[in-house]
């Protein structure tokens, strides 16, 4: 099975200092990737790179086989790749408004029924007049990836999804998490500091350490015998930075 992305000698740097060398990288299609790693490693500045925010230094990004000139991604390409970030910024309007947007700027101008069904998916129901700001957390987290889901993305990119959100949010969200993959075969790729979690929803995890990728490994091999020392001495709970 053909990689969606595959990264080779890709490295990011900032004001002089590297974040990202990674030697290679590969996602596969239908697949749930945790990234995992302490603040700082990289992870967010991954996600980034793969959703064409920002470009690599060196190195290359393919994405379907195609290789990817971030300076000029098609939009084709562009739409089908979503990012949910940590702390979403929502627009100013409903909770059906924020659903509605992106279903518009792609010419759909009559989205309700997919608006009804992501909101009873996520719970939201009750809430579809709700001005967005008057969101707890946990809910304003619940309408971002709505908002996400509902343009159908091939690969739906996820930072610290369920951060600092109760364990009812949390759970709402990784079961949708889930249940998307399974049904659509979406690939996603899911920063977390949880490992606990990484270990519930993904294929694969891979270790991140001062923005390299320290191991890849399938979830069971990954917690239970790992080949690193400090992906050992991680998944134990033990400092390795």
Do not use: C
């Not at 929803?201 to 990728?213: F, P, Q, S």
């Amino acid at each position: 099975m053909a990689p969606v992305y595959q990264l080779a000698n890709v490295t990011k740097a900032y004001s002089g200092r590297q974040i990202l060398h990674i030697n290679q990288l590969d996602i596969y299609p239908g697949e749930i990737l945790a990234v995992v790693g302490p603040s700082g490693a990289g992870k967010s500045t991954l996600l980034r790179l793969l959703n064409f925010l920002e470009a690599p230094d060196s190195g290359s990004i393919y994405f379907n086989q195609q290789p990817i000139n971030h300076q000029n991604v098609p939009l084709e390409i562009r739409r089908t790749v979503t990012t949910v970030f940590q702390n979403p910024a929502l627009l100013s309007g409903s909770v059906t408004a924020n659903l509605l947007f992106g279903l518009r700027l792609r010419g759909q101008n009559d989205g309700q029924k997919e608006v009804d069904e992501m909101l009873e998916r996520f719970g939201l129901a009750a809430l579809r007049r709700s001005p967005a700001h008057a969101l707890s957390g946990g809910e304003a987290q619940r309408v971002a990836l709505a908002r996400a889901l509902i343009l159908k993305p091939s690969v739906l990119l996820l930072d610290e999804p369920t951060a600092n959100l109760d364990p009812y949010n949390a759970e709402m969200i990784e079961s949708v998490i889930r249940g998307i993959n399974q049904a659509h075969q979406t690939t996603i790729v899911l920063v977390t500091h949880n490992i606990f979690q990484a270990r519930r929803l993904a294929d694969r995890v891979a270790l991140m350490l001062n923005g390299e990728i320290i191991e890849t490994a399938d979830t069971q091999t990954f917690f239970e015998n790992p080949r690193d020392s400090r992906t050992r001495r991680f998944v134990r709970g033990e400092m390795v930075w």
